[in-house]
């Protein structure tokens, strides 16, 4: 065996060891932050009692890419709502595209805390539906994204110029149907780290110092998404 590939298989070795390490150490240190700063509030919307007036006053609209028709977010009834009986759902209505479209929570910055939505992909060529958290600005936050086309659960951050996906797993997410998106977060005070649940299943684990001192919660969908929210909460 070449110097070359010793050297190559002993970085390797040692990657894998980190990863191994990290892992469970992102799990303890969520742990430690919620007992050193335990969770005494919470803010759960179910929309029942919103109109679409209502959506402007709690959120606040972001679209990127060019300026062409960008769909709707509205309030409309759904008889299979996991709180019946409305959702918030986002429209297409015939877009098409790879833009990303979100609405952000008004107030509110979180650093440790855990922020949940259900969600239902309805239609569309991207069908992606995806839970915000540590939202700066337009060019700065996360996303747990679930991408019911390829069947991939990611952890992704923006930055400037780009969205680079830091981490994804393989997770069956069929359209038609509920589900639902967790985020646990430790930022200042702990060590800085996301753990992403898909229905209730504990699939993402990664440390993170961008953005760690907080940031805002929302939702989020891709290019001619169409997908109903519900029950979006937040404990902090």
């Known amino acids: 065996m070449s110097p ?18 990290a892992v469970p150490a992102i799990a303890a240190a969520l742990i430690f932050a919620h007992q050193q700063h335990p969770y005494a509030n919470s803010i759960v919307l179910n929309f029942d009692s919103y109109g679409n007036s209502s959506i402007d006053k709690t959120f606040v609209r972001i679209d990127t890419g060019a300026p062409h028709p960008k769909g709707i977010w509205v309030i409309k009834t759904d008889p299979s709502a996991p709180s019946k009986s409305n959702v918030l759902a986002r ?24 922020a949940e939505v259900k969600f239902k992909v309805v239609s569309g060529k991207q069908s992606v539906a995806g839970l ?45 149907q509920w589900h639902s998106i967790v985020a646990q977060v430790a930022g200042a005070g702990g060590e800085p780290g996301v753990v ?31 997908v109903y929210f519900d029950d979006l909460s937040v404990t902090y």
């Open 4 to 21: 070359a590939t010793v050297g190559y298989s002993g970085r390797k070795r040692r990657y894998i060891l980190i990863t191994i390490i």
């Open 91 to 114: 429209l297409a209505n015939g877009e098409s595209g790879s833009d990303y479209h979100m609405l952000i929570k008004s107030g509110g910055i979180y650093s440790n805390f855990q």
């Open 132 to 176: 915000v958290i540590r939202f700066q600005d337009t060019d700065r936050y996360f996303v747990l994204q679930a991408d019911a086309k390829n069947h991939k659960f990611s952890l992704c951050r923006a930055q400037p110029g780009i969205i680079l996906c830091t981490q994804d797993t393989t997770a069956y997410i069929a359209a038609g």
């Open 196 to 226: 992403g649940y898909l229905d209730g299943v504990r699939l993402i684990q990664r440390y993170d110092t961008n953005y760690m001192n907080g940031g805002q919660i929302g939702l989020w969908t891709k290019g001619d998404s169409t």
